[in-house]
C-alpha cells in the first residue's frame, strides 16, 4: 500500500511539473523544393531559394554546409543529378573544399553549370521596359521593380 501511494505521488508530481512546463516549439513542415532538372535556368534562383527557406525554419537540423548539400541534391533530378553524381561516390571526404562540404560552393557549381549566362542582360533588359501603363495600380508597379531589381 505504501509503494502505490509513493507511485501515486510520483505521478502527480510528474504531471503538475509537465503541465506548469509550456509545449517545445515545433518548426510547422514546409513544402519541399520542386525537382530541379537543370533544363530550365531561370528555375535555379527558385530552387536555391526553396531550399534556404527550409534551411532557415529548421536551422537546428540543417546548419551544417554538408546537411544543407546533400539535402538540396536529394532534389536534382535528370541531368543536374547526373553532374552531382560523382560526388556520391565520395561521401567520407571531409575536406570543407570538397563541393559536398560547402553550400556556398554548391550553390556556385549548380549556377555554373545549370544558371542563364546573360542573366545581368536579361534582367537589364526587363528592367528598361518595364513600364507603368495607364490605369494600372503603382503598387503593381513597384512590385514588378522589386522583382527585377
Not at 68 to 75: E, G, I, Q, W
Not at 99 to 104: T, V
Not at 115 to 131: F, H, I, Q, S, Y
Request: with cysteine; charged share 25%.
Amino acid at each position: 500500500m505504501q509503494k502505490m501511494t509513493q507511485i501515486m505521488a510520483n505521478h502527480q508530481a510528474a504531471s503538475s511539473y509537465e503541465s506548469s512546463r509550456p509545449p517545445a516549439f515545433k518548426t510547422p513542415s514546409m513544402k519541399a523544393p520542386e525537382c530541379f532538372d537543370g533544363t530550365q535556368p531561370f528555375k535555379g534562383r527558385s530552387f536555391i531559394k526553396s531550399c534556404q527557406l527550409i534551411f532557415y525554419n529548421d536551422w537546428e537540423n540543417v546548419s551544417q554546409d554538408r546537411k544543407k548539400v546533400l539535402y538540396s541534391t536529394s532534389f536534382l533530378i535528370v541531368r543536374a543529378a547526373k553532374c552531382i553524381e560523382p560526388y556520391l561516390s565520395n561521401l567520407t571526404n571531409q575536406d570543407p573544399s570538397y563541393l559536398l562540404n560547402s553550400w556556398q560552393l554548391f550553390k556556385a557549381q549548380l549556377f555554373t553549370l545549370f544558371g542563364d549566362p546573360n542573366e545581368v542582360r536579361k534582367d537589364e533588359t526587363e528592367l528598361d521596359a518595364l513600364k507603368m501603363k495607364e490605369g494600372e495600380h503603382v503598387s503593381l508597379y513597384i512590385s514588378n521593380f522589386r522583382i527585377l531589381v
